[in-house]
């Protein structure tokens, strides 16, 4: 069971961390006391996200095309589905007021 999981537990610090220090071990900018210049928050940010870039999984070329083929074939085949039931409940819709349209006129009402 993870750490998370216990709302209970106690916070502790992970092994070999030190204080200062962030989840890859390494002092952060602002713990070096780097200043930035006026662009700092911008640059900042831009910096964060090519880091964060390089630590995501991308799917390979297979994965893509497989998930593709199946996201369109899931839609043919709910298009052709929904178009189906829309087709049989207006034949029904049009079959029911044909059929009222007869008993209202069998009865003398229209």
Request: glycine share 8%; net charge positive.
């Amino acid at each position: 069971m993870a750490e998370t999981d216990n709302p209970d537990a106690p916070i502790v610090a992970p092994r070999g961390a030190r204080f200062g220090q962030g989840p890859e071990g390494k002092v952060g900018r602002r713990d070096r006391g780097h200043t930035m210049p006026v662009l700092g928050p911008l640059r900042e940010f831009l910096h964060d996200v090519r880091a964060e870039m390089k630590r995501v999984s991308w799917p390979t070329l297979k994965h893509v095309q497989n998930t593709t083929i199946i996201t369109v074939i899931a839609v043919i085949f709910f298009a052709v589905y929904l178009f189906l039931v829309d087709q049989a409940l207006s034949r029904l819709i049009m079959g029911l007021d044909w059929l009222i349209e007869k008993i209202a006129r069998a009865l003398g009402l229209a």
